[in-house]
């Protein structure tokens, strides 16, 4: 990579993303915290795991239908700590503000970020203000830093634990969050607004532990989508994850602005969904638990892990053909998140 | 505040941060962590306290004399945990890169970071990277967040608890990361180029509060200098914070730079100094251990707290005059950090 520049495309979540963080940051901060690749990172601590997680958020517009960069911040951070099965417990939010941003900008942001926290229980006790000249950032940057705890009894969903015969679950519609930014930022309407799904994830979540302790991946689907995710669990348990394409649960409009945009919804960000692959024994009991809560209300079983090709994810379409669904490359929806 | 704009000087480290900090963020996301103002926030928990704190970094350029920004982001926040008297248990790494940057640079960076972190034996678990459009972001921005353990049985240093008859001490000279940035930026040349002070100050501060283990307060005096710590400090406090200007270490190029520049070295940013006050039974012996520790060679007694006026910092001029000593106001140094 060095004679590279950065590109878009490497803060996408997909190919060049991976490649980013394995070549530098895995390799120069080399630990196993790190190297495990969750939501969160867990630090063994006794009696408990403390979950630790960092996001930045660059998201244009600030404000889109569903949500803004703020609710996004604490919902983004919220959720990886759920990811992990775990209880979240504090928040950091930091500031990046171009000089000129109206204060009464700054504010609503703000109020969004304390009506988020203030579902999630989660107080935000840390922060940083850093003000830019004009034209040096583009408005206003948030990154958030959370903390959360897992018992040392549960045995956390990790990326690399899914195994054949384990049923994968998603707890609902996908795409709304990164075709909602999309066809506000480019103007696009429909009959209805698409909204954002972004929302806290800790307490769909904790139902899902309940009903299936022993779920072996949780995952947040944000940049890169379904297809980002699924290649990385694929990738890092050393399995193939089979999809039914027809089963994978999409909003109509956003089936539409994706084929008018020329994007493929399993490549698009989720804000408010989880990705879930748990044993068989457990599958129904998890997907009716995700069925009965107003979070996970569209939840779908949509695939199968198979023992190989590993490292693949296949995508059987309505006519029985199979494809390979691989990492997004490039860079589609930049600013998304 | 409603009908402002974000200016500079909200993000300085002066009077308009701390109104920002005091109407918008304390007000909304108010909790006793947060508004306890330290260095960084203390959670409770069980047999001891998590110290949890996050800082983002702007600095231009990105290399200067002493340091990069990547080294600046590690023992900025590693500091921020020491001044609580926090062992640094674990950070995470957030990058918003510009679209175009060199990888070459990045690395650079990155390797400083691990140097940094390796010397503080705490690994960079979790991290993140955005890329933004050319234009949209300069170069490359930075957060991290930090966290760390305080012993229960350690009364934490803490802004608040300042007393009148406490010393006040500093543990070298100040103004040389500030002066080293501004200097570098403004391609200002000396006989010998200005140095920052960047460095880790966990072991310092160890060594700090194994001499006095009743410190009452503990800062990092970063943006805004040595003059917005002690007014935090004397109005967080409700004392009054008198100090001998003869007495404050100032190397003389950063003197000569201040005076070029029409600065007071006592507002200009420090990254690897610590402000300590202690009870006056404990002084000697701090200000011995500090003197004896390679990163406190120019320790120094620089003053006493006093009953009042409340909330008022007084500089003691050579010849016996005595001024207020005020938060710096305005923007003197922006992306100094």
């Known amino acids: 990579m060095k004679d590279e520049i950065i590109l878009l495309a490497h803060g ?6 991976a490649v980013l963080i394995h070549e530098l ?19 063994s601590d006794g009696m408990r795991r403390l979950a630790f997680t960092t996001d930045s958020f660059v998201v244009d517009p600030l404000f889109f239908p569903g949500g803004n960069i703020g609710k996004l911040a604490v919902c983004g951070t919220v959720n990886d700590l759920a990811a992990v099965g775990a209880r979240p417990v504090a928040l950091s939010a930091s500031f990046i503000l171009e000089e000129g941003l109206p204060v009464e900008v700054l504010e609503r942001v703000v109020v969004s970020m304390r009506e988020a926290a203030r579902e999630v229980s989660i107080p935000v006790v840390a922060g940083d203000t850093k003000v830019v000249p004009r034209g040096s950032a583009d408005q206003m ?13 549960l045995a956390a969903p990790a990326p690399d634990r899914a195994a054949p015969g384990d049923a994968v679950l998603i707890s609902g ?83 539409v602005a994706c084929e008018l945009l020329g994007i493929d919804p399993l490549h698009v960000a989720n804000e408010g969904k989880l990705v879930v692959i748990v044993p068989p024994e457990e599958a129904d009991a998890v997907l009716g ?49």
Chains 1, 2 share one sequence.
């Open 12 to 17: 996408a979540g997909g190919r060049k993303s």
């Open 25 to 43: 940051f895995c390799r120069h901060f080399d630990n196993p915290a790190l190297n495990a690749m969750g939501d969160s990172a867990l630090l």
């Open 141 to 153: 940057f948030i990154t958030t830093s959370g903390i959360g705890l897992v018992p040392e009894s």
């Open 173 to 255: 519609t996908i795409g709304d969050h990164g075709m909602a930014v999309m066809t506000c930022r480019e103007r696009i309407r429909f009959s209805s607004e698409i909204q954002s799904d972004c929302c806290p994830l800790h307490d769909l979540a904790a139902v899902i532990l309940d009903a299936g302790p022993n779920t072996h991946c949780m995952r947040d689907p944000t940049r890169g989508g379904l297809a980002a995710v699924l290649n990385e669990i694929a990738a890092q348990s050393g399995v193939c994850i089979e999809i039914e394409e027809a089963a994978v649960p999409i909003n109509e409009d956003v089936r």
């Open 289 to 337: 638990a995700m069925g009965s809560h107003p979070k996970g209300e569209g939840a779908a079983k949509i695939g199968m892990v198979q023992p190989e090709p590993v490292g693949r994810v296949h995508l059987r379409t309505g006519l029985g053909a199979c494809r390979i669904l691989d990492m997004p490359s490039g860079d589609l929806l930049p600013r998304i998140c």
